[in-house]
């Protein structure tokens, strides 16, 4: 059982940064490959970033692909997602994901366990 904690959202002027952070509950945090994903109203969660155990692989979805940085610290529990080069399309509620696959995914079935979201807004 893995319980995920986001945190770092907010209100930011287009063209600015916000990096978001996913602190996660208990011990075997290492073992999973962590994601973000995002929510707009209306839309479909869209699938952000996937990052491998160790840190060695990561894997972007083309919307953020060069704007996007997802990292993790193993030793702290945590993942991160730093945002840079806002647009208001960013706009959404971002959800951090941990996955017991072997290999990166990018769809939200391949995800155990969810986080409650934290809320970006980018104001044009």
């Known amino acids: 059982q893995v319980q995920l904690v986001e945190s770092g959202g907010g209100l930011v002027q287009a063209g600015g940064s916000l990096r978001l952070s996913c602190a996660a509950s208990g011990r075997t945090f290492s073992s999973y490959i962590m994601g973000w994903f995002r929510q707009a109203p209306g839309k479909e969660r869209e699938f952000l970033a996937s990052?491998?155990?160790?840190?060695?692989?990561?894997r972007y979805a083309d919307s953020v692909k060069g704007r996007f940085t997802i990292s993790r610290d193993n030793a702290k529990n945590t993942v991160y997602l730093q945002m840079n080069s806002l647009k208001s399309e960013d706009t959404a509620v971002y959800y951090c994901?941990?996955?017991?696959?072997?290999?990166?995914?990018?769809?939200?079935?391949?995800?155990?366990?969810w986080g409650q979201g934290t809320q970006v807004t980018v104001s044009s």
């Open positions: 990052i491998s155990q160790s840190a060695g692989t990561t």
């Open positions: 994901a941990a996955s017991a696959s072997v290999i990166l995914r990018a769809v939200t079935s391949a995800y155990n366990y």
